[in-house]
């Protein structure tokens, strides 16, 4: 006798394997064996730095995540005593719907340089490791052919210095995790810059119509002298704002004195990222007993703490650097650097933004290639280097609050969405 199956069970079972297959393809927060769930939105984990003990990191996850959310890296400002507190990571990463990773490198007296560039490359390589490919394979989102998240990195201060460098090094043209956007908030990009301000001045002339009066009968007849076509000197915004109450040049020159055993350490690009494109804004000093000597031999009037003496050692002639390197396969991520009006660091940020938009218009941001000699600018080179480097000066020392970040937030979002646009465009 031949049964009869009722159709109940088949149409059960297929809804049911409909449920099955919308659950294994269905995003799920990053879940590894590694980290300890702080809360639903963030998790933590400890990341290992060789025999160099280890340091942790903080995973805020995406309010609608996808197998293509970016993952964002945060590098926070670092150990600088600022009466203004950081914003929260929360409104980031709602407003980039992405992943924010937080690495809390070590930078301290008892940690200096180059601590927390080995901190921030071994949380790099986790990320990859559990993010970027990790966590596409855990939660059944990797298939032939998928794309995987795109990864950005944002930092302020120092933070924005080890941000550069992590981007600066890690923008691989063709590689998987490689840093496709860069994001920094007045970031330190020049240890070498830095010198002692003893007196403030500024480029405007403040001298009365009665001091002059006066110094005219004093000495003899002056003859005005002829008007110079050079333009006039661009006012230092380390000197100018070197008294600045919330961020001033001691507080940065008290925190070099600190984080750095030697200078020769803050004389390394990768504590000081603007040395990439170009040499060092001062020279390496020298140890005191050489010093008292070269002095001593030279004329009577000078000595080592005159301001003659000081600028002589302290500003050596500068010289570009081709960044990035022919043949390194690297290619520069889209940048957008914000820096304060009113900042001691405005200069730097400034100089950076142009050292890169430089690198876009002679080589197109990039490292290929194996040939001597420099590129022919590019026809379009200017235009490219502004739109790929984008620089925004506000008022003020351009920290970032709560705004700034829901701001960073969704460039970041727009930047990386226009970077997938164009690779399903060109895979067509």
């Known amino acids: ?195 002692a301000v003893t007196s403030i001045s500024t480029a405007e002339d403040t001298t009365t119509p009665g001091d002059q009066q006066q110094a005219t009968s004093d000495s003899t007849p002056i003859t005005k002298p002829k008007p110079s076509k050079r333009k006039p000197p661009h006012a230092d915004s380390w000197l100018t704002h070197a008294s600045n109450p919330l961020l001033s040049a001691s507080t940065l020159l008290q925190a070099r004195d600190a984080l750095f055993a030697k200078p020769e350490h803050y004389h390394d690009p990768f504590a000081s990222p603007l040395l990439f494109f170009r040499t060092a804004s001062s020279d390496i000093p020298l140890p005191e007993n050489i010093l008292a000597a070269y002095f001593a031999s030279s ?35 889209r940048t957008r650097i914000d820096v304060g009006a009113g900042s001691v660091l405005r200069d730097q940020g400034v100089e950076l933004a142009e050292a890169m938009r430089r690198s876009w218009m002679r080589y197109g941001g990039r490292g290929a290639g194996t040939g001597r000699g420099g590129s022919p600018e590019r026809e379009d080179g200017q235009g490219e280097g502004e739109e790929n480097v984008q620089l925004r000066v506000v008022e003020g020392e351009g920290l970032w609050g709560e705004e700034e970040l829901v701001g960073v937030g969704r460039w970041v979002a727009e930047t990386l969405g226009r970077g997938e646009a164009r690779h399903r465009r060109d895979s067509l």
Not at 308 to 316: D, G, M, S, V
């Open 299 to 333: 004329a009577p009037a000078a000595s080592a703490d005159s301001p003659e003496a000081t600028a002589a050692f302290l500003k050596p002639r500068r010289a570009h650097r081709r960044y990035p390197p022919l043949g390194s396969g690297l290619l520069l991520p």
């Open 1 to 195: 006798m031949r049964t009869r199956f009722s159709q109940r069970p088949i149409s059960h079972l297929r809804s049911r394997l409909r449920r099955q297959v919308s659950n294994s393809i269905r995003p799920r927060p990053f879940n590894n064996p590694f980290s300890t769930i702080l809360t639903p939105e963030t998790s933590q984990a400890s990341v290992p730095v060789g025999l160099n003990g280890s340091f942790s990191l903080i995973i805020h996850h995406p309010p609608r995540p996808s197998a293509v959310s970016p993952i964002l890296v945060h590098l926070p400002r670092g150990p600088l005593d600022l009466p203004i507190p950081p914003p929260p990571l929360a409104p980031l990463a709602r407003a980039a719907n992405a992943t924010v990773v937080s690495l809390d490198y070590r930078l301290s007296a008892s940690a200096q340089y180059p601590t927390p560039v080995h901190d921030v490359a071994a949380g790099y390589d986790w990320v990859v490791k559990h993010l970027v490919h990790g966590s596409a394979a855990h939660n059944g989102w990797q298939s032939p052919g998928t794309r995987l998240a795109p990864v950005a990195v944002c930092g302020e201060l120092l933070g924005g210095s080890l941000a550069a460098m992590l981007a600066l090094t890690e923008c691989h043209a063709h590689k998987s995790g490689s840093i496709k956007a860069l994001v920094l908030g007045a970031p330190v990009v020049d240890w070498t810059a830095m010198y």
